[in-house]
């Protein structure tokens, strides 16, 4: 019955290597963000007509970042956890942070190719490390007995409708899609008024 | 009135992110220091030649890490902070993470096109970090009910100056316009005369 | 007899850029996930085509985001250890950082080369990781004078088993060498069963 | 006399961002690692050749790991340090952490060319980093008002030595001058005999 010590480890790790993971995946959007190589402006105009050119890949990126925000947030709010993580609670935000990191290749191509696989890819990521952050919370409260005050459950719902709400964009207008993922500014007023109607 | 408890997140997860952060943009500003792909310099003097092509590069390098130092140490002067984060003091640090994970492509601009938009790009994301930490302060000014003592008032101030003039340095003579961040340097001096006649 | 104090380091530290380093590694590897530059599809038919060009790479990622996550959750594992590391315990944890900080480029050359080489590499720098964290349980016995009960000893020799296999696979078939490494996620089960056993 | 409270911060985050820096300069080593875009090798033997044309980089890059792994076990040892940091001390360790940032470049131009400049350029930047530590410890020394006895001033010394001997080296075999920073790894031996005869 008693589970052996080492399927435990210390949930301070964790953080570090969440807040790493976050922390680096943030920072490398930007690197996306280029202007091409060999490219020499001489006037004014030239320059901003190529900045113009990036408006796509930096809606991508702001969008990306704020998901990336919100994931973060979620994760940090989640104080009631106990101070050691077990071996499914470990696994469950190693599998989220393997979608961290993929998410600045979908972003990519979701910010290059206004095309319908592009979209469902960028989509079908966020909804991925929707899932597996609900995963980890289903994981605590198992492992705690007891539901957590902050789930991010209405949060997580938004996001899964909004990416699905992006998808369904994407088949007629993909250069609208992105705008889609705006509506999980919501969150804060949805879960206001879930609470205040509970 | 009561605040629900999942409003609130660990001060030392907002740290960890904000390290991480500030640790790989002011690592990641290398990056664009690079030699042509293919140079293949047979002399020293060729060397040297290319390396010289970089100092506007370099400068620009220069000037962006003390600036991330510079705010860096600004966020982790403020001590008189709560242990616990409001809402809306970790979405304004976030905020202010966004424009740090900017600031490497604001460099790129800056460094390799000496054209106004080039100048006020930089110089606008500097303004918006300056402001987004001036957001924090006003943020934990309100959530703890007093006035900080390290509010980075006076730097940040001396910051916005420096950008503005840059700006208009840029309009006239874009090769120099970097040199006017050096004035930040005065920041302690400021500081200390303001201290000392206050 | 007595070590000098300078010859230990908070575990804390050692902690902090294990888990740096690691949370960069995972994060770099999406990097070697792109579409070539210039690629510019006009049809979802030619983007799904390209992105299906990348899965040898994006399968040589998943493995080897996963062998990272394996190797963090054996060092987070081993909760014995003492505060302060030995002079030994940081060089064989710097070494085994080495050999991590190695692995993206490993990946890169088995997922882009189906040759036997390319195979070998990446196998080899599984085993070097491997014998490097093993190196490191044997010091920390030999610092606190017990056995870790969370050796990780199954776990590596699973490891290093399924290095060896897909490194034989290789000579044959060398695209289906990496499905070899899939063999760790029975570690859990193997270890169990040890466990039960014993 | 007395310091306002602003001008100290919490040494926590000093170590953080130190251990960030390092361990992201760490691993943005391997991405210099790379074999040329386009290259498609159809036998072993043409993979071998190309690995083998990375040699010169690949020495480059252990030897540059092995000096971050020296750098930061040196500022990691220093354990009689005060809870807070002055900001003389912050800007020597933040000035200490420019010249990480900048070693990645340095590594690529000793690596890739073999002429003097470039064996110049890695030997100032790892004396700059030697002197910025020892810079460091005399701050860390004023403010604490005693002697720190794990001091690093014979490992800095022995650095120093060792890129002077690599300079020398460099004007008359550049292609020998990476192996003079072995030396350095007699450095526990030289203390041990320091501390023997003292």
Do not use: C, Q
């Amino acid at each position: 019955m008693m589970k052996e010590p080492d399927e435990f480890i210390a949930k301070g790790r964790l953080d570090a290597i969440t807040d790493g993971v976050f922390a680096f995946a943030m920072t490398l959007l930007v690197v996306n963000l280029d202007l091409p190589e060999g490219f020499n402006p001489t006037t004014s105009g030239e320059l901003l007509a190529a900045l113009a050119r990036l408006a796509d890949t930096f809606i991508a990126y702001i969008v990306t970042f704020l998901m990336l925000a919100l994931f973060w947030l979620e994760r940090a709010h989640t104080k009631e956890e106990p101070e050691t993580a077990s071996g499914a609670y470990a696994w469950t935000v190693l599998l989220h942070l393997f979608f961290v990191t993929l998410l600045p290749f979908s972003m990519i191509v979701a910010g290059r190719y206004e095309l319908v696989p592009a979209i469902w890819i960028y989509g079908g990521n966020l909804i991925l490390l929707a899932l597996t952050a609900i995963a980890t919370t289903l994981v605590i409260e198992r492992d705690t007995g007891h539901r957590l005050v902050a789930s991010g459950r209405v949060e997580f719902s938004l996001l899964i409708t909004s990416a699905l709400l992006s998808m369904a964009i994407g088949v007629f207008a993909p250069d609208s899609a992105m705008y889609a993922y705006f509506l999980n500014f919501a969150g804060p007023l949805v879960r206001r008024w879930a609470i205040a109607t509970s």
